[in-house]
């Protein structure tokens, strides 16, 4: 199992931007997809962003397409997330994860070990 340390959240001011980062140990950062979820209070938990294990591929949720990027150095065993233009409903806990198969991110499918998270609250 790969173990994941998310940061990075805070507080912001709507159309402010943050950068979010998440650690990870345990395995070959490398053999591992990687992705970004939230959750709202009161909400299922919801896919943000994917990235493959080389980056040559990412995807993105609708509702962020355009606004956040998604991007990882495996030397650093790290990933991140670049949110910019944030709103109001982008306020929610942040997780990350990690699967061999970018398509079981994509799919917020049988990924577990979920971290502890990063709080982001964007005020009106």
């Known amino acids: 199992q790969v173990q994941l340390v998310e940061s990075g959240g805070g507080l912001v001011q709507a159309g402010g931007s943050l950068r979010l980062s998440c650690a990870a140990s345990?395995?070959?950062?490398?053999?591992?997809?990687m992705g970004w979820f939230r959750q709202a209070p009161g909400k299922e938990r919801e896919f943000v962003a994917a990235?493959?294990?080389?980056?040559?591929?990412?995807y993105y949720a609708d509702s962020v397409k355009g606004r956040f990027t998604i991007s990882r150095d495996n030397a650093k065993n790290t990933v991140y997330l670049q949110m910019n233009s944030l709103k109001p409903e982008d306020t929610a806990v942040y997780y990350c994860?990690?699967?061999?198969?970018?398509?079981?991110?994509?799919?917020?499918?049988?990924?577990?070990?979920w971290g502890q998270g990063t709080q982001v609250t964007v005020s009106s």
């Open positions: 994860n990690a699967d061999p198969k970018f398509s079981s991110v994509v799919a917020h499918s049988g990924l577990s070990s």
């Open positions: 345990g395995r070959t950062f490398s053999n591992y997809a």
């Open positions: 990235i493959s294990r080389y980056s040559s591929s990412t």
